[in-house]
């Protein structure tokens, strides 16, 4: 996270708790994927955590690589996927679910974009001032329409779904998305997936109205 080790293990706790929560709301097999992104988040906020250890303290150096890499491919390779796939699969609207599919596709390509980076190039962190900056090289002839093409999958499906409280998260994403490239344009990769983490709460609020709208409500005499 941007600002400590103990506030990512902070977050991550929070999520996990979120998560459990998420999972227990699930009541059809097509909410699963959304409903583990608390649970993955709070894996990756608590990976971050000891990528700022393994940066501070020589004891836990021997983490610095393994876990860099794996907190960047959440962020770069595993997100632009998951994140359309599980409003994919959670919508119910077929004309929708068309669009949605647009963004699947889209996200499939930048993730597989990305994992080629990851694999051919070096991936590092340092910190800088209360963030952690990684540092990876895009071999890319237009890095704006990558960046672009990533808001796209991350931000856009919650607007285009039908469920309640969907567009709600989008606005949320959205936001988190505008402060981390206004004001932390050198460590948007972990500036926005800390918020958004935080906002992934939200998760749990859309399953629970899913779940209360699906619930047989008896007659009273």
């Known amino acids: 996270m941007c600002f400590s080790a ?15 929560a998420c999972i227990k709301k699930i009541h059809k097999p097509t909410q699963r994927m959304f409903a583990f992104i ?32 794996f907190f960047v491919f959440v962020a770069q ?8 796939l599980s409003i994919y699969l959670f919508e119910e609207n077929n004309s929708r679910k068309k669009w949605i599919m647009r963004f699947v596709i ?16 070096n991936v590092s962190a340092l910190i800088t001032p209360k963030h952690i900056h990684y540092d990876f090289t895009l ?13 796209l999958c991350t931000v856009t499906p919650p607007f285009i779904s039908s469920g309640k409280r969907m567009t709600t998260l989008g606005f949320l994403n959205l936001f988190s998305a505008l402060v981390a490239i206004i ?13 958004s983490a935080l906002i992934s709460w939200e998760v749990y609020l859309i399953l629970k109205e899913s779940d209360d709208s699906n619930k047989i409500i008896p007659l009273k005499f």
């Open 6 to 20: 103990s506030a990512s293990f902070g977050a991550s706790a929070v999520l996990a708790v979120a998560g459990v």
């Open 38 to 69: 608390p649970i993955i988040f709070s894996i990756q906020q608590f990976t971050e955590g000891i990528v700022w250890l393994s940066l501070d303290d020589p004891v836990y150096k021997e983490w610095q690589s393994i876990t860099t890499l």
């Open 77 to 84: 390779v595993l997100w632009p996927i998951w994140v359309p």
């Open 106 to 121: 889209l996200g499939v390509l930048l993730g597989l974009f990305h994992g080629y980076n990851l694999i051919m190039y």
């Open 139 to 151: 071999q890319a002839n237009y890095p704006v329409l990558i960046a672009v093409s990533y808001f």
């Open 183 to 195: 004001f932390f344009q050198d460590n948007i990769i972990s500036v926005w997936c800390f918020f």
